[in-house]
């Protein structure tokens, strides 16, 4: 099977995440947005959305035709045709990659001959050339309709149909519905703590740590991921407090019955709890230094530096071999350029999550990844590391 999955925001650690959930390493990179992937068993694709952070639609390419109005129109046809239908029927089209042809006029002309052999449709239209995830949704373009999407490559086009979007609604509730958060501090958002998880490498039946838990989102993601021996710590009795009411209420909306070992601990101590080479993944946020008003980038960039090189040999002993770390570090905004923390990762290896490919933004001279927007003080630098 022929899939394509959308990329989101940040390009990098999307295509990262995919790579490593979907072993799309023959995979093929579109800048800037899609990734194309021949996958032999069947995906679900509806499941496989759920959990990958960074992709916001996930489709099956159809057919491939020239890079002409007419083919593309045919071609279209006989798909919109070959659909089930009940009542009236809505679609859209999303074009990717060069201009190429009107999509707007071919669905029109679609709309009109699919009414002429009797279907009741309404073209659902956007002023973007593409049609976003909720645009979709909210339109039942998945359970009611259909949305086509031109992949323009050079001088002919892949035409698919989207199957799954990424679940933006359950989300932002796991992110700003949750009955714990701490605004100032910062929170880690749900689908990025997905991504992380993924790079960590879906061991889902061994253990998992996070030992800067904060409210828990790592803690609470892994537990729908399926993950069922997690353990969480934290320096601050508020947040293992946070964490604890943020887990309750992730298994009283989601029925699930895991139950993370959860525990106040300083990051420095965890030899403590946990015994040499036992701990199969560490996936955590540190704390990224002040987010608001006038600091000494420089000062802050050297305390955090000295702390953060104490908890990396902490965590190289604590890991089993092949073992990883998934790790957000601060990246400091400076001239519209990331400052990266110095440290020395040794004995762990740095981890390119990324396939070979080129010219993809978000990703650093040490073959780390960044994820941020515009205007921010403080990014987040993704590390992966690995025991060897």
């Not at 949750?178 to 501090?185: I, K, Q, V």
């Not at 092949?322 to 004995?347: C, D, H, W």
């Amino acid at each position: 099977m022929k899939y394509f999955f959308v990329l989101g925001n940040h390009p990098a650690l999307s295509v990262g995440e995919l790579s490593e959930c979907l072993s799309l390493e023959a995979g093929q990179y579109l800048f800037p947005d899609i990734v194309l992937g021949e996958i032999k068993t069947p995906l679900i694709l509806s499941d496989v959305i759920k959990k990958v952070g960074g992709t916001v639609k996930a489709g099956e390419i159809k057919t491939r035709v020239p890079a002409r109005s007419s083919a593309i129109f045919d071609a279209s046809l006989k798909i919109l045709e070959a659909l089930p239908k009940k009542g009236k029927f809505n679609f859209g089209i999303s074009t990717y990659g060069q201009k190429g042809a009107d999509s707007r006029k071919i669905g029109l002309a679609l709309k009109q001959e699919l009414k002429n052999r009797g279907t009741s449709c309404r073209l659902v239209v956007s002023k973007e050339k593409t049609l976003s995830s909720v645009v979709v949704e909210q339109n039942k373009l998945l359970s009611s309709g259909k949305e086509l999407v031109y992949i323009y490559t050079g001088n002919q086009v892949l035409i698919g149909t989207t199957e799954a979007v990424q679940p933006f609604k359950d989300l932002s509730v796991r992110d700003y519905g949750r009955p714990a958060r701490d605004d100032y501090s910062g929170m880690l958002p749900p689908k990025l703590a997905q991504i992380m998880i993924n790079l960590g490498g879906n061991h889902i039946n061994e253990s998992l740590l996070d030992p800067f838990c904060g409210s828990g989102t790592i803690i609470t993601e892994a537990m729908l991921m399926g993950y069922d021996n997690i353990y969480g710590s934290d320096i601050s009795k508020k947040a293992m407090s946070d964490t604890e009411k943020n887990v309750a209420w992730i298994q009283k909306k989601y029925g699930t019955k895991i139950k993370p070992h959860l525990q106040v601990s300083d990051a420095r101590e965890l030899l403590k709890m946990h015994k040499k080479n036992s701990v199969r993944t560490i996936v955590t946020e540190v704390y990224l230094g002040p987010q608001r008003g006038q600091f000494n980038i420089g000062k802050i960039s050297q305390e955090l530096g000295l702390l953060y090189q104490k908890v990396i040999q902490v965590f190289s002993e604590l890991l089993a071999p092949g073992g990883r770390v998934v790790l957000a570090l601060p990246a400091f905004i400076v001239k519209n350029q990331p400052t990266l923390l110095s440290l020395s990762f040794t004995p762990l290896k740095i981890v390119n999550p990324l396939p070979p490919v080129k010219n993809i933004p978000g990703v650093t001279e040490r073959h780390t990844l960044l994820y941020g927007r515009p205007g921010q003080k403080v990014w987040r630098e993704i590390i992966v590391l690995e025991k060897k």
